[in-house]
C-alpha cells in the first residue's frame, strides 16, 4: 500500500520517514539534471543523515530520456552498486523521472521498492501515485511498463516553487480533470491559491488513489481518469509532443466537454463551466488539428481494444461517466466537439 505524504517541508523529513517505514541501506535516487541541480544535494545530505547511503543516477530532462536505452543504464548502475531487494530506488522528478524510475523498480531483481518524490504539479497530482510506470519505443509512449505501487509517494509543495509558470499549469489540467469527474467541491475550490494548494493535491491525490484502489489494472472504472486524454495524446502526437501532456488534455477536455453538449449528456451551462475554468487557469481549448488526422493518430493509442473505443463523457461536472463505442460513433463524437 502507498503511503502518501503531503506537507509543504515534508522533504527535510525524507530520510526520517524512510527510516519509519523499516528501510535501511542503500537508496539509488533516479533523477534529472535540473532537479537534480536545485535538490540533489539537500537530498543526499538529508539521507546521510539520517543513515542512509545514496547514489545518485541522472537523466537528461526531456520525454526523449524515456527509453530503453536509459533504462538500461538504470539497470546497470543498480547492479554495479550492488542493490538488492532490501535496498530503495528514490524517484526524484516529474513524470518522466517517476514512470523510467518505477519501472527499473518493477523489474530489478523481480520488483525493488521504489518512493516517489514528486516536484511538478503534474507529478504530485498524478503520475507519482497509481503506480502506472513505464517507458517509450520508437513506435509509441509508455509501451513498455508495469503496475508497480510505490510504497511512499511524499508531496512536498514547497518544491513546486521552482516551476516555470507553464510547467506548473501543466498540472493543473489534471486538477480539473479530477474535478470533472467525479468531485464538484473540487471545482469549486478553482482557481486557488498557495494557501489552498495542499487542500487542492490531497483532494486530487485521494481521488485518484481511490478509483485505483477499486480498479488497479485499467479494466474499467480507472479509464475515467482518461478524461479529455483519448483525443489529447493524439493532438500531443500531432504537435510532435511540442504541445505539452497538460495542454493537450485542456484541448481533449474543452473537445470533449462540446461532444457531450452536442449529445445532450450535459448542458450548456456546465460544458460552459468547465471550458471556462480552463481558460481562467491559462489552458488552451481551440484545437489546432481536424477530425481526420486526430483520430487516425488516436488509433495509435494503445488504449483500443477490439475494436471499440472507450471514450469519456462529461454529465455533469463532477460525473463523467465511459461510453464504450463503436470507431464510427468515436469519430462522430470528435467531429461534434470540433464543430461545436
Ligand atoms: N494517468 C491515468 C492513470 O494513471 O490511470
Not at 533504462?71 to 523521472?97: E, H, N, P
Not at 481511490?210 to 479494466?219: H, N
Not at 488534455?249 to 468547465?274: T, Y
Request: hydrophobic residues 45%; proline residues 4%.
Amino acid at each position: 500500500m502507498n503511503r502518501i505524504i503531503i506537507g509543504n517541508g515534508q522533504f527535510m523529513q525524507a530520510g526520517t520517514l524512510l527510516k519509519d517505514m523499516g528501510i535501511a541501506g542503500k537508496v539509488a535516487v533516479i533523477s534529472d539534471d535540473t532537479v537534480s541541480e536545485l535538490y540533489g544535494a539537500q537530498l543526499q545530505d538529508i539521507l546521510e543523515k539520517a543513515g542512509f547511503e545514496p547514489f545518485f543516477h541522472n537523466i537528461k530532462p526531456g520525454e526523449a530520456s524515456k527509453d530503453l536505452d536509459n533504462f538500461g543504464r538504470i539497470m546497470v548502475f543498480l547492479a554495479k552498486r550492488q542493490f538488492t531487494r532490501s535496498d530503495v530506488i528514490v524517484a526524484l522528478g516529474g513524470g518522466v523521472v517517476g514512470d523510467i524510475a518505477g519501472f527499473a523498480a518493477s523489474v530489478y531483481l523481480r520488483g525493488v521498492q521504489v518512493v516517489k518524490i514528486p516536484t511538478t504539479l503534474l507529478a504530485c497530482v498524478d503520475s507519482s501515485v497509481g503506480g502506472k510506470t513505464g517507458i517509450d519505443l520508437p513506435q509509441g509512449k509508455n509501451l513498455v511498463g508495469a503496475f508497480w505501487q510505490p510504497v511512499m509517494t511524499l508531496v512536498d509543495p514547497t518544491l513546486l516553487r521552482s516551476l516555470p509558470e507553464g510547467i506548473y499549469r501543466d498540472g493543473l489540467a489534471e486538477v480539473v480533470k479530477y474535478a470533472a469527474i467525479c468531485d464538484a467541491a473540487l471545482y469549486d475550490l478553482l482557481p486557488y491559491d498557495l494557501s489552498e494548494e495542499e487542500k487542492v493535491i490531497s483532494r486530487s491525490i485521494s481521488i485518484k488513489e481511490d478509483i485505483v484502489s477499486r480498479d488497479e489494472r485499467d479494466k474499467g472504472e480507472r479509464q475515467l481518469l482518461n478524461f479529455g486524454h483519448s483525443f489529447g495524446h493524439a493532438i500531443e502526437r500531432l504537435s510532435g509532443y511540442s504541445l505539452s501532456h497538460g495542454r493537450a488534455v485542456a484541448i481533449g477536455m474543452a473537445l470533449m466537454a462540446k461532444a457531450s453538449q452536442s449529445k445532450s449528456f450535459c448542458s450548456p451551462q456546465d460544458a460552459g463551466k468547465l471550458i471556462g475554468m480552463l481558460r481562467v487557469l491559462g489552458l488552451p481549448i481551440d484545437c489546432p488539428y481536424d477530425a481526420e488526422d486526430i483520430f487516425q493518430a488516436m488509433l495509435l493509442d494503445k488504449k483500443r481494444q477490439q475494436g471499440n473505443i472507450t471514450l469519456v463523457m462529461m454529465h455533469a461536472i463532477g460525473d463523467c461517466r465511459l461510453h464504450s463505442l463503436p470507431l464510427s460513433e468515436a469519430y462522430e463524437v470528435l467531429k461534434l466537439g470540433l464543430n461545436a
